[in-house]
């Protein structure tokens, strides 16, 4: 249920695993594709309770590990437009809350790797 926030955060991570066993066989589309949906669940539970510590390490963790298995696969404008994408839905989470300084400080830390993913994707052209 939606209000079980461990049961989600079980289900994107099982996302993640499945979507490292396509990347592993080749399936880079579906691999990626699976990986998203671990990535919508992940940012998801943030929106709905960021004053959870374990939901807050999970966007960065997961996020980060997505855009390394793109960055590995040359997909960066891929892994460049999702973590935007994250970015665009917890910007007004982080607003609200003004005084979560752990939000803030994981937002600042996606905004980073969202960054280091257009100098990789530039430095690879």
């Given at each position: 249920?939606?209000?079980?926030?461990?049961a989600?955060?079980?289900?994107?991570w099982?996302?993640?695993?499945l979507?490292?066993?396509?990347?592993?066989?080749?399936k880079?589309?579906?691999?990626?594709d699976?990986?998203e949906?671990?990535?919508a669940?992940?940012?998801d539970?943030?929106?709905?309770?960021s004053?959870?510590?374990r939901?807050?390490k999970?966007?960065?963790?997961?996020?980060g590990?997505?855009?390394?298995?793109?960055?590995?696969?040359?997909?960066?404008d891929?892994?460049?437009?999702?973590?935007?994408?994250?970015?665009?839905?917890?910007?007004?989470?982080?607003?609200?809350?003004?005084?979560?300084?752990?939000?803030?400080?994981?937002?600042v830390?996606?905004?980073k790797?969202?960054?280091?993913i257009?100098?990789?994707?530039?430095?690879?052209?």
């Amino acid at each position: 249920s939606p209000e079980n926030g461990q049961a989600n955060r079980d289900l994107a991570w099982s996302y993640y695993f499945l979507g490292e066993a396509y990347l592993a066989d080749g399936k880079h589309n579906v691999g990626l594709d699976t990986l998203e949906q671990g990535v919508a669940i992940i940012q998801d539970r943030c929106v709905a309770d960021s004053t959870d510590a374990r939901t807050r390490k999970d966007v960065p963790l997961y996020l980060g590990k997505y855009v390394y298995n793109c960055g590995e696969l040359g997909f960066h404008d891929r892994a460049k437009k999702t973590c935007y994408n994250v970015l665009l839905v917890l910007q007004p989470v982080v607003e609200s809350n003004p005084m979560n300084y752990a939000l803030a400080e994981m937002y600042v830390n996606l905004q980073k790797l969202h960054d280091e993913i257009g100098q990789v994707a530039t430095a690879n052209q």
